[in-house]
């Protein structure tokens, strides 16, 4: 269905000028659904008749003029950690099975405001926790490039239905790369706001000082549009920020210039570890920017090998904390034999959580209880100021920071679960910019060798996603030249 190649920009264009009806639209992404979910699962849950129902009005409001939103009709998917009033949400946990919430998250919220419709709920880790998509309690998501392939995680299913053309664009959560890695994994690009940007209200917590909401898409000026739509100033989220009004028009960062801005690549982040393909394809794609006038410069970032255990000890902790209110009374499942309160608790718990979640809690409650509490929860909290301090320090000689998104492409199904210390250490080059609150873009920038796409992160210092979504946004129109280049 050629509504699906469209990007989301490009499809409201063609809803506006009544090429395409939204209902048509929105047809066109179940066809997608249909042809590819029994192979992919990026979904959890389907709302077609919601979706439909919807369709209706907003072309009603379209028609009248009362509609003008830049993403007005287009179908979009819904991470499922992140609240959708009417929808079961269920944070790929057997304990939220059953939980329809009765609000929708606020990022939600705006999305429907400018006119977008909902069609489902994606296949995520459980409570965000991994990298790969595969401690669902509902099953695997299939890279859509090569099936026998993770597409990366948590936000696997986001940016699996998105590379798959299942919705024009996505919503997922980044905690400690959660958006990024898997946007590098399947070739789409992800971009992680500042903390703060983007209401955490309806957001279901993982690790609240860490998580962010952002926009998975098809292109940069997708991202762009996304982000300046869903991002907003929510007095029901006390970390949200209160950005200066011209702050929230990323779209006008869409320039193709990037003379004079000064680009740092940390030599800690690209040196053993890092697979040659991937290194070889970044370095390649900064060399285009700097043909373009960009100044690019190594240097080194330090601190970098305290990220993963001060950022596993930091989520843990407020994980165990945030999971704490899952206990059979409040939402979801309850265990169906149990005498007195207690072991209500416990059944109710054992049985809900999986594998990786249980392993959080635990390690999570352990780092904050008292004895241990100053080794490692406060630590860890003084590990995250220097991480801080480190990137200060470069962003006073840089405008952003390039980075690789993971050390590899995606691995294949099954290969990272048995190993999850492993699969922690695949987290090092987008944790840090979690810890710093520093906004992340992921762009495509080649394939290896089997095919697999390859993803290039750029970091800027905080409240200045203008200057990553332009140099991506220059970097994308690059290749786009490149590519016709080599197709003539
Ligand atoms: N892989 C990391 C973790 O498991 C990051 C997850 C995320 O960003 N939600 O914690």
Not at 259 to 278: H, S
Not at 347 to 361: H, L, M, N, P, Q
Not at 386 to 406: E, H, N
Not at 457 to 477: S, V
Request: with cysteine; glycine share 10%.
């Amino acid at each position: 269905m050629k509504e699906m190649e469209f990007t989301a920009l490009e499809l409201a264009k063609k809803i506006h000028k009544r090429e395409i009806s939204v209902r048509e639209a929105v047809e066109a992404a179940f066809k997608r659904i249909e042809e590819k979910e029994a192979v992919l699962h990026g979904y959890i849950t389907l709302d077609r008749e919601g979706a439909l129902k919807r369709a209706e009005l907003v072309q009603k409001q379209i028609d009248s003029g009362e509609q003008t939103g830049i993403l007005a009709g287009v179908p979009v998917a819904v991470k499922d950690n992140i609240c959708t009033k009417g929808i079961r949400t269920t944070c790929a946990s057997k304990i939220l099975e059953n939980f329809v919430p009765t609000y929708s998250a606020e990022a939600v919220f705006n999305l429907e405001k400018a006119g977008t419709i909902v069609i489902g709920k994606t296949n995520m880790d459980e409570f965000a926790m991994g990298s790969t998509t595969e401690t669902s309690y509902y099953g695997v998501t299939r890279n859509p490039w090569k099936i026998g392939h993770v597409p990366g995680g948590s936000s696997g299913g986001s940016c699996a239905a998105v590379a798959a053309g299942e919705c024009s664009f996505a919503l997922g959560s980044d905690t400690g790369g959660s958006i990024r890695q898997p946007s590098s994994f399947c070739g789409v690009t992800g971009l992680k706001p500042t903390y703060g940007t983007v209401s955490r209200y309806g957001l279901i917590a993982y690790g609240s000082s860490l998580d962010q909401i952002g926009p998975i898409a098809r292109d940069v000026s997708d991202c762009a549009a996304v982000l300046e739509v869903i991002a907003s100033y929510d007095p029901k989220d006390s970390t949200s920020v209160k950005r200066k009004q011209g702050e929230y028009r990323f779209m006008q960062a869409l320039v193709e210039d990037v003379a004079g801005l000064r680009i740092g690549i940390p030599r800690d982040y690209f040196g053993e570890g890092l697979d040659p393909e991937v290194k070889a394809a970044i370095l390649q794609a900064v060399r285009v920017l700097e043909e373009r006038g960009a100044l690019v410069e190594e240097f080194d970032l330090s601190f970098v090998e305290y990220a993963i255990p001060a950022y596993y000890v930091i989520a843990s902790a407020e994980a165990s904390s945030n999971l704490a209110r899952f206990d059979g009374v409040k939402y979801g499942y309850r265990t169906e034999e149990y005498k007195g309160l207690h072991q209500m608790y416990k059944k109710t718990r054992s049985e809900g959580f999986g594998t990786e979640v249980k392993r959080r809690i635990m390690l999570g409650s352990f780092v904050l209880s008292s004895g241990y509490y100053e080794a490692y929860y406060q630590k860890a909290l003084k590990t995250k100021a220097l991480i801080k301090q480190a990137f200060d320090r470069a962003f006073a000689q840089f405008d952003l920071i390039v980075a690789p998104a993971a050390p590899t492409t995606a691995p294949k199904l099954g290969e990272s679960l048995a190993d999850p210390l492993k699969m922690y250490l695949g987290d090092i080059y987008t944790i840090s910019a979690n810890l710093a609150g520093l906004p992340g873009i992921s762009v495509p920038c080649g394939r290896d060798a089997e095919g697999l796409p390859i993803g290039m992160q750029l970091i800027g210092n905080c409240f200045e996603e203008d200057k990553i979504i332009r140099a991506a946004y220059t970097w994308e129109k690059s290749r786009e030249k490149i590519d016709l280049a080599a197709a003539e």
